[in-house]
């Protein structure tokens, strides 16, 4: 991305750093370490008005209709339509899908490029202040949006939902990505907002954040799971009385660029996913590989059960983007 463009992008992206996350009290999990500090953060999100993402049918990264900020030595980033991304169900109540392939290498790297700059301690804010606290320990950047290469995994995000977002009326939302070294960690939170946050464009509509994605896009580490105490694999175990099912080869999983698939009825080399000791299920990271989940029944309040934690690295490197489509009100 060209100077000009990026230092407009890293002025409006720098408020987006300021995750909007609550951590609740899980009182029934036994993890000390999971549930050593509790708060309850009101966040602010995004202070910006949000239009509706509108699809990757564009090769112009910096969303002008000029090219006069463009490095003309920098190709623009064209979204790989023939790229496909495969997904499994891994739990129906709450609903977690594992999504092999969400992002391509051409579009982490280009990712990380643009975001390299914008990394900064991640926040979040309690009681009206910004703060860091020692539950979230990682860095964060906030994206832009009208990168290349984010419009392409945005707009395959926006694919996969289907109609569980209203075209027009509801949003991708800012997409940020999170960073982790050793020792550093997220305790157990939620994603959704305890009050739904009001539209930024003047309307008196609510919003909240309908479902998550989380993509990895540097695995270079130990540790680093991320954890999910309450979810439950479908099948405990196998039918045929082997292990576990613990996520099938693919393209991706194991780092390797050959696309070779394993036989899809076996698990991969290495498990993605394994049950945790205390309860639940913990997800190692895998470059290009994506969770998903849906925060909110059905009334509109949180699914204590998609509560999760990034579990510390042992050390190395874990990069992930993070993308909350927001739901607004039915009835407002
Ligand atoms: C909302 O729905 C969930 C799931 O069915 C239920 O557990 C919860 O009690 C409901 N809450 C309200 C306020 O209706
Ligand atoms: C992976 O992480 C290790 C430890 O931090 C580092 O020494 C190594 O250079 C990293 N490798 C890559 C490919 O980033």
Request: charged content about 20%; hydrophobic content about 35%.
């Amino acid at each position: 991305m060209a100077m000009a463009s990026l230092a407009k992008v890293a002025g409006i992206s720098a408020g987006a750093v300021l995750l909007a996350l609550n951590i609740p009290h899980i009182p029934h999990l036994s993890s000390q370490r999971l549930t050593a500090f509790v708060g309850d953060f009101p966040i602010p999100d995004y202070p910006f008005a949000l239009p509706f993402f509108r699809g990757s049918d564009t090769n112009d990264t910096d969303g002008d209709t000029d090219d006069t900020d463009d490095n003309p030595s920098e190709a623009p980033f064209v979204c790989d339509a023939s790229h496909t991304y495969r997904a499994e169900i891994v739990s129906l109540e709450p609903l977690l899908i594992y999504i092999h392939a969400l992002v391509t290498p051409p579009e982490i790297a280009s990712i990380l490029r643009t975001a390299e700059p914008l990394f900064a301690p991640s926040q979040v804010t309690k009681n009206g202040r910004q703060q860091r606290t020692s539950d979230r320990t990682s860095s964060s950047a906030g994206l832009p949006r009208d990168d290349g290469a984010v419009r392409c995994v945005v707009a395959r995000a926006r694919g996969f939902l289907g109609t569980l977002l209203r075209d027009d009326y509801d949003e991708m939302g800012p997409p940020q990505l999170v960073r982790y070294t050793a020792g550093q960690r997220f305790n157990v939170h939620h994603d959704w907002f305890d009050s739904p946050r009001a539209a930024a464009d003047g309307t008196s509509r609510e919003w909240n954040r309908i479902a998550s994605f989380f993509a990895i896009l540097q695995d270079n580490c130990t540790g680093g799971e991320t954890y999910f105490p309450h979810a439950e694999a479908v099948a405990p175990s196998s039918p045929w009385g082997g292990p576990s099912w613990h996520g099938g080869g693919g393209v991706g999983d194991d780092g390797d660029e050959d696309g070779k698939e394993t036989d899809s009825l076996s698990p991969g080399p290495k498990p993605l996913w394994r049950e945790h000791e205390d309860g639940g299920l913990a997800f190692r990271p895998v470059a290009g590989n994506a969770l998903f989940w849906v925060n909110l029944h059905a009334n509109w309040t949180g699914d204590v059960r998609t509560n999760h934690a990034g579990l510390p690295l042992v050390d190395g490197l874990k990069t992930a983007m993070n993308i909350w489509p927001r739901q607004y009100r039915p009835d407002t």
